[in-house]
Nanobody
Framework: QVQLVESGGGLVQAGGSLRLSCAAS????????MGWFRQAPGKEREFVAA????????YYADSVKGRFIISRDNAKNTVYLQMNSLEPEDTAVYYC?????????????????WGQGTQVTVSS
């Protein structure tokens, strides 16, 4: 399995921006589709964004479309989530996840490896 470590979370005011990073190690990063998920207190983990192995295609939840951008740098074994126009409803622990292969999924159970998560708090 690939090991994942997220960073970049924090406290931001509504309307602000944050950039999350997820560093991968242990396996060939470009063999994995990557995703970002989030989980707010008392809620289930939900899909945020995903990107194919070479970054050719990206996918977003409707709630973040137009505000968040997922990208990856395979030379640095890192995937990013640029979050703009943040809203209090975006407050959650954000997780990156890896799925071996070419097919992108949005269901948490179909991902192979997970990071420990990074807290994002958006104040109103």
């Amino acid at each position: 399995q690939v090991q994942l470590v997220e960073s970049g979370g924090g406290l931001v005011q509504a309307g602000g921006s944050l950039r999350l990073s997820c560093a991968a190690s242990g396996r060939t990063f470009s063999n994995y589709a990557m995703g970002w998920f989030r989980q707010a207190p008392g809620k289930e983990r939900e899909f945020v964004a995903a990107i194919t192995r070479l970054g050719t295609n990206t996918y977003y939840a409707d709630s973040v479309k137009g505000r968040f951008i997922i990208s990856r740098d395979n030379a640095k074994n890192t995937v990013y989530l640029q979050m703009n126009s943040l809203e209090p409803e975006d407050t959650a622990v954000y997780y990156c996840a890896a799925r071996l292969g070419a097919v992108v999924k949005t269901t948490p159970g179909l991902f192979d490896s997970w990071g420990q998560g990074t807290q994002v708090t958006v104040s109103s």
